[in-house]
């Protein structure tokens, strides 16, 4: 895998997780006995897996988005070929860091 598959990867990792935990708590809901003690919250937390499936839409719309800005030229590009990530407020001031090389481009105030 090359460095900007990496960078792909890494961008996606948020919505892997959250499909993830929404599998396993389909899983667990599911095969979990009913107990007096979750009996109250039993039509709350049927709707968990439903909440993690449209959270992990939403981080892969986002990623999705910021990866086609990247390859159309429209977002801040790093030396390297990477996406530069938000500001971040550092040390010695305010920075961007590369999605790629993880090299930080301070900004000029």
């Known amino acids: 895998m090359t460095r900007m598959h990496w960078m792909a990867f890494r961008m996606y990792l948020p919505t892997l997780a959250c499909l993830l935990l929404a599998f396993v708590s389909t899983w667990l809901l ?18 968990i897996p439903y909440g993690l499936l449209g959270l992990a839409a939403l981080l892969g719309v986002i990623a999705s988005v ?8 429209d977002a801040l ?33």
């Open 30 to 47: 599911t095969s979990a006995p009913p107990t007096t003690f979750l009996a109250p919250l039993g039509d709350t937390l049927r709707w």
């Open 77 to 109: 590009i790093c030396l390297c070929g990477g996406l530069l990530g938000s500001e971040r407020q550092g040390r010695f001031g305010v920075y961007r860091k590369c999605a790629t090389c993880g090299r930080s481009h301070a900004l000029a105030r």
């Open 66 to 73: 910021r990866l086609l800005r990247w390859e159309t030229g």
